[in-house]
């Protein structure tokens, strides 16, 4: 009877834990897949181009910003 019992609780305690666990194996799956995926985008991406990118637009800014300096001037002086 006694090995039973122990046969019974055994099967209720792998009941109890059994979602837990397979949660955590498909998570873990989950976060391996996604990982792999970020790794392949990540080799697409060129931090040298992106940091061109923004010092170009940078400079258009200051350019932009000059030549409405000279608008604002220019129709201060002739108003």
Excluded at 69 to 78: A, M, P
């Amino acid at each position: 009877m006694h090995w039973r019992f122990c046969v019974l609780a055994v099967a209720r305690v792998c009941n109890f834990m059994g979602p837990p666990v397979q949660t955590a194996i498909h998570t873990t799956a989950a976060l391996k897949g996604g990982t792999a995926a970020l790794k392949g985008q990540m080799k697409m991406v060129s931090l040298d181009e992106i940091e061109d990118n923004l010092d170009d637009m940078a400079e258009l800014l200051e350019e932009s910003n000059e030549i409405q300096e000279v608008r604002v001037l220019l129709f201060v002086n002739f108003h």
